[in-house]
């Protein structure tokens, strides 16, 4: 069973502060890693996507990937309040359809 | 930014009975996908479809289901007999490509409630 998995949170982060997530992956396979953030009865918005071992920035949002572990997280620096969402990762096989996603981790900004 | 649109956003059934989720994929896109969500669980994969066929499906994606491109527009999912087990938010996703950094763009979901 190829899973993905992330800590449920909830996370509580002070506005202002660096809010990190993780996740892991059980398939060595996977070879493109997204982040994806959720609002409460919405669809998956995408964040971020890194394929390549090592850092990915785009303005607040850092995704660090790293295949020999098996680890993916994503930083947000200076949170808001309108990060505070559930934040989904998900994995992929080069050749496969589908994304597997994890959980998710339920991230709150404390104004 | 274009948009995957659904239809119904709530649909309400009884047991037993068949239902049909549509979506309208982005104009051109070639890659067709439907995820479920029951709630508080994670999105999980049913299905996708590309060049008219399913390219891929899930072990949830069982007789019950199927799924058809009729008209060149829509993509709909169809569950046969509905169990109590399929409520859940349902959402279409497309995306233009099959590359590793190709963006899908999913709908805004059906939330589906099976009585």
């Known amino acids: 069973q190829k899973e993905v998995e992330q800590n449920s949170g909830p996370l509580s982060v002070p506005e202002g502060a660096i809010a990190s997530l993780n996740c892991t992956y059980s398939?060595?396979?996977?070879?493109?890693f997204f982040w994806y953030r959720q609002y409460s009865g919405k669809s998956p918005e995408l964040i971020m996507f890194?394929?390549?071992?090592g850092d990915k920035e785009d303005g607040r949002f850092t995704a660090q990937l790293n295949k020999a572990s098996q680890y993916v997280s994503l930083l947000i620096r200076d949170s808001q309040p309108s990060d505070s969402a559930t934040y989904l990762c998900?994995?992929?096989?080069?050749?496969?359809?589908?994304?597997?996603f994890g959980t998710g981790t339920r991230l709150t900004i404390i104004p | 930014e274009p948009e995957v649109t659904q239809t119904p956003s709530h649909q309400v059934t009884q047991m037993g009975q068949e239902v049909i989720l549509r979506c309208v994929p982005i104009?051109?896109?070639?890659?067709f996908y439907w995820y479920r969500q029951i709630l508080g669980q994670k999105v999980e994969f049913l299905v996708s479809?590309?060049?008219?066929?399913?390219?891929?499906k899930s072990e949830i994606f069982d007789d019950q289901f199927s799924v058809e491109r009729p008209d060149g527009s829509n993509f709909t999912l169809k569950i046969r007999s509905t169990k109590l087990e399929d409520s859940a938010m349902y959402f279409c996703?497309?995306?233009?490509?099959?590359?590793?950094?190709?963006?899908?763009?999913f709908g805004s979901g059906t939330q589906l409630s099976v009585l």
């Open positions: 998900a994995v992929n096989n080069f050749g496969n359809e589908k994304l597997t």
């Open positions: 890194i394929y390549s071992n």
């Open positions: 479809f590309y060049n008219n066929e399913i390219s891929e």
């Open positions: 996703a497309s995306r233009l490509r099959q590359m590793i950094n190709e963006k899908l763009f």
């Open positions: 398939d060595r396979g996977s070879q493109s």
């Open positions: 104009s051109n896109h070639l890659y």
